[in-house]
Nanobody, 123 residues
Framework: QVQLVESGGGLVQAGGSLRLSCAAS????????MGWFRQAPGKEREFVAA????????YYVDSVKGRFTISRDNAKNTVYLQMNSLKPEDTAVYYC????????????????WGQGTQVTVSS
């Protein structure tokens, strides 16, 4: 049974940083793409970043390029999202997700989801 458990959210001032973690368990993820999505109140769930577990190739939405970095630690089976220069518009619940085989930015194509962690950026 696949489990994704996020942690690291919180309240931070604009310009600050947070690091989110996603601990993955239940299978070998070498053929998986791991993604981070976010959902603000009243908005659709939005793709933020993804990483190919095997190669470390990364993908980002334009609005976070240069500010966010996704990475993975094979030994710890954990995916990270380092978020710098945070803005109030980054406020959302952030979700970790996993899918097999090929990259996608569409939430509907991901097979597994974590419970989410709240990130609030104050101005």
């Amino acid at each position: 049974q696949v489990q994704l458990v996020e942690s690291g959210g919180g309240l931070v001032q604009a310009g600050g940083s947070l690091r989110l973690s996603c601990a993955a368990s239940g299978r070998t993820f070498s053929s998986y793409y791991m993604g981070w999505f976010r959902q603000a109140p009243g908005k659709e769930r939005e793709f933020v970043a993804a990483v190919r577990w095997s190669s470390g190739s990364t993908y980002y939405v334009d609005s976070v390029k240069g500010r966010f970095t996704i990475s993975r630690d094979n030994a710890k089976n954990t995916v990270y999202l380092q978020m710098n220069s945070l803005k109030p518009e980054d406020t959302a619940v952030y979700y970790c997700a996993a899918k097999r085989t090929y990259y996608s930015a569409y939430a509907s194509s991901y097979d597994y989801w974590g419970q989410g962690t709240q990130v609030t950026v104050s101005s």
